[in-house]
């Protein structure tokens, strides 16, 4: 197992010399983060190779992951050892709220999607935060999509896949006298429900309701799913598990002029694969230094309530007033949801519960 150094456009730059290092876990998982570990007494060598924030992989691997961490420990009568960690880089939506509007003078009303599955909900729950590209899913088109709230939560280093079972709610309805080609989405209201449908062959202009299996296969019913306000990454992990799909980084291959990762949710099993050498498990009882980033938000956007409507709304707390606004992977966004505290019921207050609970 060779553990790789990636450039800022995820390409191999370098090998971390196993002789460096004492053990190295590395543990790719798709219904959660995937994770490494790495420990070495070799301090000031380890830090500079592996700034946290920075990019590694391993060479049987297509997972970026990001350092988050770098903690130093040092145990009575031994020597100073480093611990790095990371996770796989589709954490990184962490750093984004689940939210979509700042109302104000307003009730801030639920999130909610059109979709067949809350794995697709979490698609569109991505895009409509960091936005994405346009896309051509099923015959139906989804125009390029800018962040809803502002510019700066872009994540450009991230191309967003739509998943291959992604079921388009937004699919015009069926017409007996147009020709589908395989692969094409229509929707079908049968009853009060409408169904998502998708041509299994070409010229497939059957009724789908009509029973054709070998014409059409039902993708399901459209219902309304609320996205949480929240954590971007968790909620989305919460949307995808509720139907047992996962999540996964893949970086660009060796050589290519892509510069970004691709994040894709997808229907499969929890694939697990782990691999340690070299372990030495020690007890740390002694000094702890613990670096990193890792949960800090440099930005928050603060719901309150409020007697009247004029009361209630959304505020925007930046870290600073003056200077450019923190954007990509710097820029990392708290969600404080408290439209039932009526206390919280003119900006300025929200902004210093903004304050006290991203300095907390």
């Given at each position: 197992?060779?553990?790789?150094?990636?450039n800022?456009?995820?390409?191999?730059?370098?090998?971390?010399?196993?002789?460096?290092?004492?053990?190295?876990?590395?543990?790719?998982?798709?219904?959660?983060?995937?994770?490494?570990?790495l420990?070495?007494?070799?301090?000031?060598?380890?830090?500079?190779?592996?700034?946290?924030?920075?990019?590694?992989?391993?060479?049987?691997?297509?997972?970026?992951?990001?350092?988050?961490?770098?903690?130093?420990?040092?145990?009575?009568?031994?020597?100073?050892?480093?611990e790095?960690?990371?996770?796989?880089?589709?954490?990184?939506?962490?750093?984004?709220?689940?939210?979509?509007?700042?109302?104000?003078?307003?009730?801030?009303?639920?999130?909610?999607?059109?979709?067949?599955?809350?794995s697709?909900?979490?698609?569109?729950?991505?895009?409509?935060?960091?936005?994405?590209t346009?896309?051509?899913?099923?015959?139906?088109?989804?125009?390029a999509?800018?962040?809803?709230?502002?510019?700066?939560?872009?994540?450009?280093?991230?191309?967003?896949?739509?998943?291959?079972?992604?079921?388009?709610?937004?699919?015009?309805?069926?017409?007996?006298?147009?020709?589908?080609?395989?692969?094409?989405?229509?929707?079908?209201l049968?009853?009060?429900?409408?169904?998502?449908?998708?041509?299994?062959?070409?010229?497939?202009?059957?009724?789908?309701?009509?029973?054709?299996?070998?014409?059409?296969?039902?993708?399901?019913?459209?219902?309304?799913?609320?996205i949480k306000?929240?954590?971007l990454?968790?909620?989305?992990?919460?949307?995808?598990?509720?139907?047992?799909?996962?999540?996964?980084?893949?970086?660009?291959?060796?050589?290519?002029?892509?510069?970004?990762?691709?994040?894709?949710?997808?229907?499969?099993?929890?694939?697990?694969?782990?691999?340690?050498?070299?372990?030495?498990?020690?007890?740390?009882?002694?000094?702890?230094?613990?670096?990193?980033?890792?949960?800090?938000?440099?930005?928050?956007?603060?719901?309150?309530?409020?007697?009247?409507?004029?009361?209630?709304?959304?505020?925007?707390?930046?870290?600073?007033?003056?200077?450019?606004?923190?954007?990509?992977?710097?820029?990392?966004?708290l969600v404080?949801?408290e439209?039932?505290?009526?206390?919280?019921?003119?900006?300025?207050?929200?902004?210093?519960?903004?304050?006290?609970?991203?300095?907390?």
């Amino acid at each position: 197992m060779e553990l790789q150094k990636l450039n800022s456009v995820f390409q191999p730059e370098d090998v971390i010399d196993d002789n460096r290092y004492e053990s190295l876990i590395w543990t790719e998982r798709y219904s959660t983060a995937g994770d490494f570990e790495l420990v070495s007494s070799d301090i000031a060598w380890c830090m500079k190779m592996m700034p946290r924030e920075s990019y590694v992989t391993i060479k049987e691997s297509t997972v970026p992951m990001i350092i988050d961490s770098h903690k130093i420990v040092k145990q009575k009568h031994s020597v100073p050892k480093i611990e790095i960690k990371g996770r796989s880089f589709e954490s990184v939506l962490e750093r984004r709220g689940s939210v979509i509007s700042l109302p104000t003078g307003a009730v801030r009303a639920p999130w909610t999607n059109d979709a067949v599955k809350q794995s697709d909900a979490a698609f569109h729950a991505i895009r409509g935060v960091i936005g994405d590209t346009a896309k051509n899913i099923g015959g139906v088109s989804l125009g390029a999509q800018s962040p809803s709230i502002s510019a700066y939560d872009a994540i450009p280093e991230i191309s967003l896949v739509a998943p291959a079972d992604l079921a388009m709610a937004g699919a015009p309805a069926w017409n007996s006298t147009t020709t589908y080609a395989a692969g094409t989405q229509v929707s079908r209201l049968i009853g009060a429900d409408t169904y998502i449908y998708k041509s299994l062959v070409t010229h497939s202009n059957v009724d789908p309701a009509a029973g054709t299996p070998s014409q059409w296969t039902q993708l399901g019913k459209i219902a309304k799913v609320e996205i949480k306000a929240g954590n971007l990454y968790s909620t989305v992990l919460e949307l995808i598990q509720a139907n047992h799909h996962g999540i996964k980084s893949v970086r660009p291959p060796n050589g290519s002029s892509k510069t970004t990762v691709d994040v894709e949710i997808y229907n499969g099993a929890d694939i697990t694969a782990s691999t340690v050498f070299d372990a030495k498990f020690d007890q740390f009882d002694d000094a702890t230094y613990l670096l990193t980033a890792q949960g800090s938000t440099n930005l928050a956007y603060v719901y309150g309530g409020g007697d009247t409507a004029a009361e209630r709304g959304g505020t925007f707390v930046r870290k600073n007033t003056v200077g450019p606004e923190v954007s990509g992977l710097a820029r990392r966004v708290l969600v404080v949801d408290e439209m039932s505290d009526n206390t919280l019921n003119t900006p300025a207050i929200r902004t210093s519960r903004g304050l006290v609970e991203r300095y907390g």
